[in-house]
């Protein structure tokens, strides 16, 4: 069976769909086409002249990174720096990179669950929940093509909330039309005042999915002319957002909460604030730059946050209630890796995806 760089990039958006990316973001296939037969894989946090040349050690056409080679655009490739070197190595090469970053970032079984699980930690929710991704549609369908309606929207992966899946609401009423010599109804004559037994269909969908959930609405709905409406709500998504919060096994003291961030992250050096907290127990965590996180996690009475790329004085707003616990944005990353091999290996399970050996981690640390 042979793969393209298509049908991965279609495994790795269904999972984190381009859509959720933060608008300054660069995610997606950034050098390659969608058409070419993939050989291997090989999966890398960062893309770099070393990474390119493993790829081509190794014979693999694709290269899947966390951070996008070209973030805020090139008006040059003359190879006066890393990016512009590291694009050319590829296309030289015919190697293919894509990108999965702050969309994967933003789903609840992205970067932020590997961390939660190298901690173990139990009850995980979203820290900061996104607003404004939501919405709503309405729609009067005859009783009898409310299931089938029903159903085609939730193929289109509507009417999920939360952990639920198929979920709806329905209310019965009465409609009326009156259809002009144009027209072809569905249900009684032209020209003539019709009214029709029907339920008036409600299902919850994310943004994104408004063009695909319409379209499949539209497939089976019987009526010429279809009667709907969309709303936007701003409840808060539990499967979008920034960030995860859970609880630890049982309370640790904070010595032995910074051994085990230590160890199971496989960390050189923790920066880490004081703490009024004797023990550490609820714990959140933002993989990268997460020192937006920091009031939002000391609201939530977590005990510890650990992020990275914290500033001096970002480090005060910790004010004694939370131990900020910077690891470092490599560090904090790094089994990103792991998770992107897990998702292509789930569905192509004897493709060949290796991880990358290199080191991209551009900061050293100096012990005397």
Same mark, same amino acid.
Do not use: W
């Given at each position: 069976?042979?793969?393209?760089?298509?049908?991965?990039?279609?495994?790795?958006?269904?999972?984190?769909? *381009?859509?959720?990316?933060?608008?300054?973001?660069?995610?997606?296939?950034?050098?390659?086409?969608?058409?070419?037969? #993939? $050989?291997?894989?090989?999966?890398?946090?960062?893309? %770099?002249?070393?990474?390119?040349?493993?790829?081509?050690?190794?014979?693999?056409?694709?290269?899947?990174?966390?951070?996008?080679?070209?973030?805020?655009?090139?008006?040059?490739?003359?190879?006066?720096?890393? #990016?512009?070197?590291?694009?050319?190595?590829?296309?030289?090469?015919?190697?293919?990179?894509?990108?999965?970053?702050?969309?994967?970032?933003?789903?609840?079984? =992205?970067?932020? *669950?590997?961390?939660?699980?190298?901690?173990?930690?139990?009850?995980?929710?979203?820290?900061?929940?996104?607003?404004?991704? *939501?919405?709503?549609?309405?729609?009067?369908?005859?009783?009898?093509?409310?299931?089938?309606?029903?159903?085609?929207?939730?193929?289109?992966?509507? =009417?999920?909330?939360?952990?639920?899946?198929?979920?709806?609401?329905?209310?019965?009423?009465? =409609?009326?039309?009156?259809?002009?010599?144009?027209?072809?109804?569905?249900?009684?004559? &032209?020209?003539?005042?019709?009214?029709?037994?029907?339920? &008036?269909?409600?299902?919850?969908? %994310?943004?994104? *999915?408004?063009?695909?959930?319409?379209?499949?609405?539209?497939?089976?709905?019987?009526?010429?002319? #279809?009667?709907?409406?969309?709303?936007?709500?701003?409840?808060?998504?539990?499967?979008?957002?920034?960030?995860?919060? =859970?609880?630890?096994?049982?309370?640790?003291?904070?010595?032995?909460?910074?051994?085990?961030?230590?160890?199971?992250?496989?960390?050189? $050096?923790? &920066?880490?604030?004081? $703490?009024?907290?004797?023990?550490?127990?609820?714990?959140? #965590?933002?993989?990268?730059?997460?020192?937006?996180?920091?009031?939002?996690? &000391?609201?939530?009475?977590?005990?510890?946050?650990? $992020?990275?790329?914290?500033?001096?004085?970002?480090? /005060?707003?910790? +004010?004694?209630?939370?131990?900020?616990?910077?690891?470092?944005?490599?560090?904090? +990353?790094?089994?990103?890796?792991?998770?992107?091999?897990?998702?292509?290996?789930?569905?192509?399970?004897? /493709?060949?995806?290796?991880?990358?050996?290199?080191?991209?981690?551009?900061?050293?640390?100096?012990?005397?």
């Amino acid at each position: 069976m042979k793969i393209t760089v298509k049908d991965i990039i279609q495994v790795l958006e269904a999972y984190a769909p *381009l859509a959720l990316q933060e608008n300054y973001d660069n995610a997606g296939l950034i050098v390659g086409s969608n058409n070419v037969v #993939v $050989t291997k894989i090989l999966i890398t946090l960062d893309t %770099t002249e070393a990474v390119v040349n493993e790829a081509i050690a190794k014979g693999c056409n694709l290269i899947l990174a966390h951070h996008p080679i070209v973030f805020s655009g090139l008006k040059k490739l003359n190879g006066n720096n890393y #990016v512009e070197r590291t694009v050319i190595k590829a296309i030289k090469h015919d190697i293919a990179i894509y990108a999965s970053h702050t969309n994967l970032d933003n789903v609840f079984k =992205g970067v932020n *669950l590997k961390i939660a699980q190298k901690l173990g930690l139990q009850n995980l929710q979203l820290l900061a929940p996104a607003s404004g991704k *939501l919405k709503k549609l309405a729609v009067f369908v005859p009783n009898a093509h409310a299931t089938q309606v029903q159903n085609a929207l939730f193929s289109a992966g509507a =009417g999920y909330i939360g952990n639920y899946s198929e979920c709806s609401f329905a209310i019965s009423g009465e =409609g009326t039309f009156n259809g002009n010599a144009n027209a072809q109804p569905f249900a009684g004559e &032209r020209g003539i005042k019709h009214s029709e037994n029907e339920i &008036r269909l409600e299902v919850v969908y %994310t943004d994104y *999915l408004e063009q695909k959930v319409i379209a499949a609405l539209l497939s089976v709905h019987p009526y010429e002319e #279809v009667a709907y409406d969309l709303y936007q709500i701003s409840n808060l998504h539990q499967q979008i957002g920034a960030g995860l919060i =859970g609880n630890l096994p049982k309370s640790i003291s904070q010595k032995e909460f910074l051994a085990l961030v230590q160890k199971n992250m496989n960390v050189n $050096t923790i &920066r880490y604030t004081s $703490t009024h907290n004797e023990y550490i127990h609820k714990v959140a #965590v933002c993989g990268g730059s997460g020192s937006f996180l920091i009031k939002t996690a &000391r609201s939530k009475s977590a005990d510890a946050f650990i $992020t990275s790329d914290v500033k001096y004085h970002e480090f /005060f707003d910790a +004010e004694n209630k939370l131990m900020i616990a910077d690891i470092g944005h490599y560090e904090s +990353e790094i089994f990103t890796k792991d998770l992107l091999k897990d998702i292509i290996i789930e569905k192509f399970p004897t /493709f060949a995806v290796l991880l990358s050996e290199t080191n991209t981690n551009p900061i050293n640390y100096y012990t005397s």
